[in-house]
């Protein structure tokens, strides 16, 4: 399993940006589906991003798209979800995931075999 690590949250304004990073520090990237998924109190964990680690074709969920970028350097072994124009709805704690082999077509939680520890964002109105 991959270990990975999250970092980059915080607390913003409603409109502002921030920018979560994912270092795998074991488990080559590029043989993954690297993910981003957030959980909301009370609310089932949802996924927001994928990418292939690879690099590749990525996908969004339609509540972020036009708004939060996911990329990778796979020669740091490192995932990002750049997230602009946030709202108070986006509000939770954001996980990175890995899932080796290929991307599928969406995100599932079951899918993926490993799971960072998470890093809270928190959007103010």
């Known amino acids: 399993l991959q270990q990975l690590v999250e970092s980059g949250g915080g607390s913003v304004q409603a409109g502002g940006s921030l920018r979560l990073s994912c270092v795998a520090s074991r488990g080559d990237i590029g043989e993954r589906c690297m993910g981003w998924f957030r959980q909301a109190p009370g609310k089932a964990r949802e996924g927001v991003a994928h990418?292939?680690?690879?690099?590749?074709?990525?996908y969004y969920a339609d509540s972020v798209k036009g708004r939060f970028t996911i990329s990778q350097d796979s020669a740091s072994n490192m995932v990002y979800l750049q997230m602009n124009r946030l709202k108070p709805e986006d509000t939770g704690m954001y996980y990175c995931?890995?899932?080796?082999?290929?991307?599928?077509?969406?995100?599932?939680?079951?899918?993926?075999?490993?799971w960072g520890q998470g890093t809270q964002v928190t959007v103010s109105s």
């Open positions: 995931a890995g899932d080796y082999g290929d991307c599928r077509p969406y995100m599932r939680v079951e899918w993926y075999e490993s």
């Open positions: 990418i292939h680690g690879g690099g590749g074709s990525t």
